[in-house]
C-alpha cells in the first residue's frame, strides 16, 4: 500500500472535507499533500504536482517563499496574537495603510478605512452588514440587496443570500435574506446582447426597488465560481452611475480579483470606478494564512461615527475574535512588499498573455466549448462526454503531473502569478492533451 493510500484510508474515516461528496472520495484517489515548494505540491509518496489552481486561488508567489515565511517566522518571535477590539497592533495598521494605499482608483469614492475578517464569506458578512447599517444611519432603511444571477460570495448565510449559483445554493433558499436577483451580464445564455440586457435589468430593478436597496453587490469583471464568467466593464460603470442615481452603495468582492490575478492590482482597475465597499481575502497573504478585509469608503466610515444627540451608539457591533491576527497581518504585508519590489502585478499581466497565446489551438478543438480568460483567471469549457468530464479532464491532467480543480465541465486554470515559462508550458501542454484522452 502507497503511503497515500493508507493516508487515503485515515482520512476517510475521520474527515468531512468542504465541497466533497464523500461517497466518491477515496475512489478519486485525492492527492496527500505533504510538501510545497513554488509552484508545486509534492505528496506523501513524493509525487510532485503543479499547483495550476493556485492552491484554491490564493498562492500568488508560490509555496515557502523565504520572505513571507520569514516575515511570519520573524512575527511569532514577537506576538503571536492579541485582540484587535480594544487594543491595536504594528502590523495590522502598516497593513491597513499599504492596502489603502493600493486600493484602486478611479471614477468613485477613495477607499480609506480597512476593516478585517478571517476568510472572503465573512468579509462579505462584515459588507453587507455595513451596508445595511449605513442606510439606516444615513436615512432610512434599506433592507434588500441587489446581486446577479451565478454570484458567488462565499457559504455562509448572508452571503449565500447574495449568491445565485443554484448547485451551491438552492438547498439554503428558505433560509435567506431578501434579495433581488439580476440577469448577470457574463452569462452567455443571454447571447450577444448579455450586456445590454443586464444593464437593462439592473437599471429596471433600481427603477423600481431603489429606494429598499442598501447596496448592489458584485464580482466585479469575472464571476469566478460561476465558471470563469467574464463580462464587458461597461456594465460596473452602470451599476456605479444607479448606485449613486438611488442612494444605494456599490459593493465590489474581489476576493477572487484581488491581488493582481486578474493582470491589474483590482478588477475595478479594469473599468475605472471604485465602489464605496471593497471585500478582498484569497491571494492578500499570499495564500499562507487565512485573513480578509474590507475596504469603505470615508464617507461610508463617517456613518457610523456617533454624534451629540444620537439616542444610541452609530457602532458596527462586529467582529471576530481572531481579527487582523499579527501573524496573518505580517503574512500580507510581505507578500504585498514582494509584490510591489518584484513587479508581480506586471508579470501576472505577461503571464495572461502568454498563457493566451498558448491557449489559442485548444480554441479550435472540438471538445472545447468555450475559453475564458482574464489576466489569470481561467476558464475552459469541455464538451461533456457522459458524466464529471471536467473532473474527468483533471484527473487525465493529474498523470501528467498537474493538479486542477473544476467547476462543472469549466476546467480553471489560475496558476501562481509567478509562474516560470516551462511551468506554464506543461501546464497547457497536460490540460490539451488531457482534454482528449478524455474526448477519446
Ligand atoms: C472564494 C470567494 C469567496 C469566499 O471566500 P472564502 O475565503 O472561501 O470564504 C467570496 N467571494 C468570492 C468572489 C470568492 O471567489
Redesign the pocket.
Known amino acids: 500500500m502507497t503511503a497515500s493510500a493508507a493516508w487515503t484510508a485515515r482520512d476517510a474515516a475521520a474527515v468531512w472535507h468542504p465541497f466533497t461528496q464523500h461517497s466518491t472520495w477515496t475512489g478519486d484517489r485525492p492527492v496527500v499533500v505533504d510538501r510545497a515548494e513554488g509552484p508545486w505540491l509534492i505528496d506523501v509518496d513524493g509525487r510532485r504536482y503543479l499547483d495550476g489552481v493556485s492552491s ?2 490564493t498562492t500568488t508567489l508560490g509555496h515557502g517563499h523565504p520572505d513571507i515565511n520569514a516575515a511570519i517566522t520573524a512575527q511569532l518571535a514577537k506576538l503571536d496574537h492579541s485582540t484587535f477590539l480594544g487594543t491595536t497592533h504594528t502590523p495590522g495598521i502598516e497593513l491597513s495603510e499599504a492596502l489603502i494605499a493600493l486600493a484602486p482608483k478611479g471614477n468613485g469614492p477613495e477607499l480609506t478605512k480597512v476593516f478585517y475578517a ?7 458578512e462584515a459588507a453587507l452588514k455595513i451596508a445595511y447599517q449605513y442606510s439606516t444611519q444615513t436615512g432610512h432603511s434599506r433592507p434588500k440587496f441587489v446581486r446577479l444571477d451565478q ?6 448565510l448572508g ?1 449565500v443570500a447574495v449568491g445565485g449559483h443554484d448547485l451551491f445554493h438552492q438547498a439554503y433558499k428558505p433560509l435567506l435574506l431578501d434579495t433581488i436577483g439580476v440577469p448577470s451580464p457574463g452569462d452567455r445564455a443571454l447571447g450577444p446582447d448579455r450586456n445590454a440586457i443586464a444593464e437593462a435589468a439592473l437599471r429596471s430593478v433600481m427603477g423600481e426597488h431603489g429606494a429598499q436597496v442598501c447596496a448592489i453587490i458584485v ?1 466585479p469583471m469575472i ?3 460561476a465558471g470563469m464568467l467574464d463580462y464587458d466593464a461597461q456594465f460596473l460603470r452602470t451599476a456605479r452611475e444607479l448606485a449613486d442615481a438611488h442612494g444605494a452603495l456599490l459593493i465590489f ?5 484581488g491581488f493582481a490575478r486578474t493582470g491589474r492590482m483590482w478588477a475595478a482597475e479594469h473599468a475605472g470606478v471604485t465602489p464605496d465597499l471593497l ?1 478582498c ?2 491571494g492578500i497573504t499570499g495564500g499562507y494564512l ?1 485573513l ?1 478585509a474590507v475596504l469603505a469608503a470615508e464617507h461610508v466610515y463617517e456613518a457610523f461615527l456617533t454624534r451629540p444627540g444620537d439616542s444610541a451608539p452609530r457602532t458596527f457591533f462586529h467582529g471576530h475574535t481572531y481579527t487582523a491576527n499579527p501573524l496573518c497581518c505580517a503574512a500580507a504585508l510581505a507578500n504585498l512588499r514582494v509584490m510591489g519590489e518584484q513587479d508581480v502585478t506586471g508579470q501576472a499581466a505577461r503571464l495572461g498573455e502568454r498563457l493566451a497565446k498558448l491557449l489559442e489551438p485548444l480554441g479550435s478543438n472540438d471538445n472545447v466549448l468555450e475559453i475564458r480568460q482574464l489576466g489569470t483567471m481561467i476558464g475552459v469549457e469541455v464538451a461533456p462526454v457522459g458524466d464529471r468530464t471536467g473532473f474527468a479532464v483533471c484527473q487525465a491532467a493529474r498523470d501528467r503531473g498537474v493538479w486542477l480543480r473544476p467547476l462543472g465541465n469549466t476546467v480553471v486554470l489560475m496558476p501562481p502569478l509567478t509562474l516560470g515559462d516551462d511551468e506554464t508550458d506543461l501546464l497547457v501542454n497536460a490540460l490539451a492533451e488531457a482534454i482528449d484522452e478524455v474526448a477519446a
Open positions: 484554491l486561488w478571517g476568510d472572503g464569506s465573512s468579509a462579505v454570484a458567488y460570495h462565499g457559504d455562509t452571503a464580482e464571476q469566478g465560481a468582492d474581489e476576493v477572487a480579483t471585500t481575502g484569497k487565512p480578509s
